[in-house]
Structure formats: structure tokens, C-alpha cells
């Protein structure tokens, strides 16, 4: 195991436990086969008033979260809701609340094991809150990575630190062994890829796709504990949702696995009810995140029997299309198509149709999203820097 695969952790013994805290600086690093730490820190679903910290250990263990900001507050976060210190045999997970809007904080993870009280601190990272009042905002977005380490590594070197780094589904094949998840959610391309930006995830089919599939939110933190959700940064207001298969439920290879018949038409209800939330409703730029398109461009239905699978989802737009309209939604960001495409509002769908491209780093984009008082400015960029597309909106009145 090499140093720099370890960089994101210290070890420590329990009685250096409280010299280490007082310590900013990172920890140095050792190899052993008992490492507690698998994977990074990885800093999910980041809210205006906090976050959710997610890591992998190597047995049962005890986590809590400390934090400091540029004034000098400070704190620790170590409760989960049933009262018990969050605990956990493979993944440990911390909720973090009470930071306040816009503000930078350095984070780390205190960790002990259950059964000899070995401690690991992990390095302090930083991270910023939402901050829903902001006059600007800039995020990124990734797709369709399928575990492509090469590529994951290559978009990691070249995506920007932002407010928030979006994946937006396809993160894996699928999930045919449960010794997939960990490496693939908490340490992809053995990236610390919340490095640079929190991360907030949203399911595509091929991450609901396995026997083990069932397993991933354990390891995949959103700010409503749902597949969909809804934020503001800064002058963008961000829909989540979650598209589902791109077959009908019953198809055989999900050899009945998968419900997102119900899961949509529950987005639906659960959609009218938010587009009427102020921050929401009253923002200039109005953006979704799913992973299989709303539109495509060839709209004729697939044959299923045949190895046919949805290019757009059909059933999704169905459910929510005119809810979308309604709120005014300005674009949908989405991948699944292996190929980035723009198709521009028109009179039937008002809104965009922004597609990412593909897993192999010849196909492999990353997305930009800009946003101040003039415009909403997005461009889908290749590894090789060539800016692909780039879209603007006017703010709404
Ligand atoms: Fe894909």
C-alpha cells in the first residue's frame, strides 16, 4: 500500500488521541493491514446549516465529526438520532447541522475501533455550506463514470473546486458484489473527490442495477434521506430526482428487484408540494438534476423484448413534465446517453434538455454551471478543455 493511496489519514494511538486534536496540521501517515480508514472523508449532501460526513472502516467502530471555522468557533458532531454514537462494522456516517450560510469550515473525522479502542484522525478538509442568499453560485456536475478510474482520475485533476460537485448517476456497472460499493462511492479512481467541492449524488439505472444495489444508501447521504431532493445556491434552485430503470419494472433481468412506478409517481406528489417552497418558487434560475434524459431526440418507444432500453423516460416525463412546466424549470441536466447533446426549449417543452457525455476519456465531460444577477451560464467541457456546449438563461422575472 503506498503513501500517497493513504494520504487521507493519521494513526494514532488512544493515548496521542488528545495531543492530535489540538494539532491542524495532517497526521502522518503509516501502512497496516488494520488500517480502520478505507476511504476518505466524504463530505455528502451539503446543506446551508451543514452536511452529512460518510467513510468506510475496516471493523466495528465509533465516529464523530469535528469542526472549526475562520472565526474560531468550533464543534463536534457525534450523535446519530436514535442517540447512539454513530457506529458501524464497514461504513460510519455523521450528520452535521448548526453552521451557519456561506461559510468556510475544516472538517475531519475522528474514528475508534470497538474492540481496542485504536484511534484514527482523519486530515482536516475543507468545505463551505450552501448559501441560499448568495448572488452567485457555481457548481459542476460529472455522469456516467462506470467505474473508469482512468477517466475518474483524469476529471478529478481537471474539475474546479465549486459549491457543490453534482454525480449524476452511473456511477457503477452494476452492483453484482457487495466489495464494489465502498470503492466506488467512497473512494472512486482512489480519489478524495470531495476534495475540492461537497458531493451530492442522484441514482441512475445502472446504480440500481445487482442483487446488492438495495445496499446504496447506506453509502449515499442526500439532505432529505430520500433518492430526490430539492435546494437553493445562491440564485439557482436545484430539483433532484431520481429517473429509475430504463425498462419497465417488471422486466425480467430485474428479476422483480425494482418498484420505480411507485417511486415516480411519489416524486410527482412530492414535487407539486415543493415547487411551492419560497426559495423555490421565487428563485431566477430554476434547474433539474436526473440522470436519464426527459427528452432525446429519436422519441420512438423501445422494443424491450428485443434488448430495447429508454434513451429519455418516458414514464418520468409523464409524471412530472407538467409540474416542470409549471414551475418553469430551465433546463435538465442529465447523462445516460454515453453522448453529450443540447436540445433547446421549444413551445411543447420549455424547458432544456443538457445531456453529458461518456465513461471511456475519449467520450468523458465535465459540466459547469455558472450563476450570477446576468445569467445562468453551463458548458459541458471535454478532458481535453474543448468547451462542447455552452448554454445561458436570462434570470426569471
Ligand atoms: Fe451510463
Known sequence: ????????????????????????????????????????????????????????????????????????????????????????????RVRVAGLSPGKNYRVRSVTRAADNDETQVSAWKTFRTLDPTAHRTHFTMWNDTHIHNDTIRALHQVTPAADFLLWNGDTCNDWTRDELLVPTLLHPGECDITERAPLFITWGNHDVRGAHAFKTPRLIATPTGRPFYAFRSGPVAVICLHTGEDKPDSHPSFRGRVAFDTLRAEQAQWLRETIQRPELRDAPYRVVFCHIPLRWRDEQPPNYDKGGFDHFSARSRAAWHETLVKWRAQIILSGHTHRDAWLPPTSEFPYGQLIGGGPQKERATWTEGVADTEQLRIKVINLEGKVLRDVTFKPLA
Open 1 to 92: 500500500m503506498n503513501m500517497k493511496r493513504r494520504a487521507f489519514i493519521g494513526t494514532l494511538s488512544a493515548a496521542g488521541l488528545g495531543q492530535a486534536l489540538a494539532q491542524t496540521t495532517q497526521s502522518p501517515v503509516t501502512s497496516s493491514p488494520n488500517h480502520l480508514l478505507r476511504t476518505p472523508l466524504t463530505i455528502m449532501a451539503p446543506r446551508a446549516d451543514g452536511f452529512e460526513a460518510v467513510w468506510a472502516v475496516s471493523r466495528l467502530s465509533l465516529g464523530r465529526i469535528e469542526w472549526e471555522s475562520d472565526d474560531g468557533t468550533t464543534g463536534s458532531a457525534g450523535a446519530d438520532t436514535f442517540g447512539f454514537v454513530p457506529q458501524g462494522e464497514d461504513i460510519l
